[in-house]
């Protein structure tokens, strides 16, 4: 599985990269997903999502993950890969001071919650929606049970 991360220069000292290409490696094992996956996890701030929420989403506010999937939403993996051998899943860009704020809202560490929004953003990419109660709900389930895993590999 190839992870591209990509931190913001400002955030570099505040997380460690093996750390983020581990928890969305274990999120697509645990998903089953093709070794030959690929995605892109970016780190960055207020403005910089902002940004992105505006121009892509057309909401004007800070979130704290947006998910860019190449794949359309709903469809399972192609059986047969493109050329490179690669399945492109798409990009998860997660808010740091986004997650530093719902941590502290929530009582826990920000490196918690920069997981469970990688965990999050990550399933967006696999088709998971939230736009629903009944499928929140399903995502909320699936997340808590990647989260429990690797948390319990972490103690």
């Given amino acids: 599985m190839e992870i591209d991360i990509s931190i913001d220069d400002q955030f570099k000292t505040c997380l460690q990269v093996n750390r983020l ?10 998903q089953h997903i093709s070794p030959e996956a690929e995605l892109s996890l970016v780190i960055t701030d207020q403005p910089g999502i902002q940004k992105l929420n505006r121009n892509y989403l057309g909401r004007d ?23 490179d051998g690669a399945l ?6 997660v808010s740091y001071p986004q997650a ?3 941590a502290a809202e929530r009582g826990h560490s920000i ?3 920069v997981t469970i929004l990688i965990i999050h953003g990550v399933l967006h990419l696999l088709g998971y929606g939230d736009e629903t109660p009944e499928l929140k ?6 997340e808590a049970a990647i989260l429990n895993g690797i948390e319990g590999r972490q103690k």
């Fill in 21 to 30: 290409r581990d928890i969305a490696q274990r999120v697509l094992v645990a």
């Fill in 111 to 113: 490196e918690r919650e």
């Fill in 100 to 102: 530093a704020i719902q």
């Fill in 88 to 93: 492109h899943l798409g990009e998860v860009i």
């Fill in 137 to 142: 709900q399903h995502m909320a389930a699936r």
């Fill in 61 to 83: 506010r800070p979130t704290d993950v947006i998910a860019f999937a190449m794949l359309p939403a709903g469809e399972d993996p192609p059986f047969v890969l493109p050329p």
